[in-house]
């Protein structure tokens, strides 16, 4: 937790840039808890709220929509030679222990579950009427209800912004539109209107020079298909303790893929792996290397000369106090599991990479003063650090989906354990 609320990335947005992200991540990591709780209607209650203050987190949608399905409107079916109060149909409580946590897939792979109309009914009267509050509050004196939701919804989808940030985020898009320079320079027949507006620092729809220009539509395809895989996983296996790592590839996928991201959106992402990063050693690797990354492509956001030191003191700060927590934590779960000691540092490739976009970041710093070249590309550096921390965001999207897998993993095994030989 300590980790987690000192995040370099949250300071530099909440308190330095002033975006005021931490209450809405606050109620996201508030309401994935509240599943591992197996408080399921308080966690969907407030994943309503938090959709009615910031609608970027309806990216999560399918995911809570499938393990609440799951999780939440299957019960188990009454035992006929349990007594009255045992058979009333009722969900039952389930421990979050070890243990027994799994006790409700378990149920499900036997067959004994049967969906409950009334815990589906509950749940979306709950939803409905946190929605139906939160639009009536504006619509109830407007003067034509269906033209102000119209408004709502127009600039609730702002699609004309463009593919892009102003500062690319450090997604596939980012790559799609370094390539589309790349092939510009190197002589590919282009578009005049599109060469200039990829980079040009405006906040506008822009077309590529070369490559074909990618609708909203297909961003949102792409996404999805992206997250299908663990959506099916989360289907078949709607566990509590599979929920947080599903989230963190979800929304990873959302930022990767996702039509006019900004570059904020990665604390959606290392926030959740944050909390996860005790559970083991390659959770720790995943979330140290990620958090590395994201603080990194967070740094074009403090651009005056009074925020440079600032940015970077914070961000070694916090790769220290992840280092003198987590390190230590799982050296001693190893130790008490009677498992021997290895290292639980990143690997060699993670260490070289982040020591190379600090490079890039140190290149930043000093190329406006460089003669001529700093003045003629003054966004070169940021299309840099842009680029080469995307590369990082793939590399932790394969990490986070195997990270994912392997959770799942061991909780077949624990299934598997549990059933009479």
């Known amino acids: 937790m300590l980790v987690t609320v000192l995040d370099a990335g949250l300071l530099y947005v909440d308190h330095i840039h002033f975006q005021y992200n931490g209450m809405l991540l606050g109620l996201l990591i508030l309401s994935a808890t509240k599943f591992r709780l197996q408080q399921d209607l308080q966690g969907a209650f407030l994943y309503a709220v938090l959709l009615m203050f910031k609608h970027i987190y309806l990216y999560a949608a399918p995911l809570y929509f499938i393990y609440l399905l799951g999780h939440y409107c299957y019960v188990k079916k009454p035992d006929p030679e349990s007594s009255d109060d045992e058979a009333s149909g009722k969900r039952r409580k389930r421990s979050i222990s070890s243990t027994d946590v799994h006790e409700t897939i378990q149920d499900m792979h036997d067959g004994n579950v049967a969906f409950s109309v009334g815990n589906f009914v509950r749940l979306g009267v709950m939803v409905l009427a ?9 619509l109830w004196d407007h003067e034509d209800p269906i033209a102000g939701m119209q408004q709502i ?35 590919f027949p282009a578009s005049t209107e599109g060469v200039a507006l990829m980079s040009g620092g405006l906040v506008q729809e ?14 949102a395809v792409l996404t999805f298909a992206m997250m299908t895989p663990v959506l099916r996983s989360i289907w078949k296996y709607p566990d509590s303790s599979l929920f947080m790592s599903a989230l963190a590839y979800c929304m990873l996928c959302s930022f990767l893929l996702g039509y006019h991201v900004h570059e904020k959106a990665i604390l ?22 990620a958090s590395g990354v994201a603080t990194i492509s967070l740094f074009p956001l403090l651009f005056t000369p009074a925020e440079q030191g600032s940015k970077v003191l914070l ?32 690997s060699l490739f993670e260490r070289l990479f982040l020591a ?20 003629r590309y003054p966004f070169l550096p940021l299309m840099l650090i842009s680029v080469g921390c995307a590369i990082g965001n793939l590399y932790v999207w394969g990490f986070t989906v195997t990270q994912h897998f392997r959770k799942l ?12 030989k």
């Open 130 to 138: 946190v929605f139906g509050f939160a639009f009536g509050s504006i």
């Open 153 to 187: 919804l127009t600039r609730l989808f702002p699609v004309q912004r463009g593919l892009c940030h102003a500062y690319w985020a450090p997604n596939v898009w980012a790559l799609y539109a370094f390539l589309d320079k790349i092939l510009v320079i190197l002589g």
């Open 206 to 219: 822009a077309s590529f020079a070369v490559l074909p220009t990618v609708s909203p539509l297909v961003c």
């Open 268 to 289: 959606q992402v290392t926030l959740p792996m944050a909390l996860m990063a005790a559970d083991s050693v390659a959770s720790m690797r995943l979330y140290r290397f």
């Open 315 to 346: 961000g070694a700060c916090h790769a220290l106090l992840a280092e003198v927590v987590l390190v230590p934590l799982l050296k001693q779960s190893l130790k008490e599991r009677h498992i021997k000691i290895k290292a639980v540092g990143m």
């Open 356 to 375: 190379g976009l600090a490079g890039l970041v140190l290149l930043a710093a000093v190329f406006p003063y460089i003669p001529r070249v700093g003045s």
């Open 409 to 420: 993993d061991a909780v077949k095994y624990y299934l598997d354990a549990q059933r009479p």
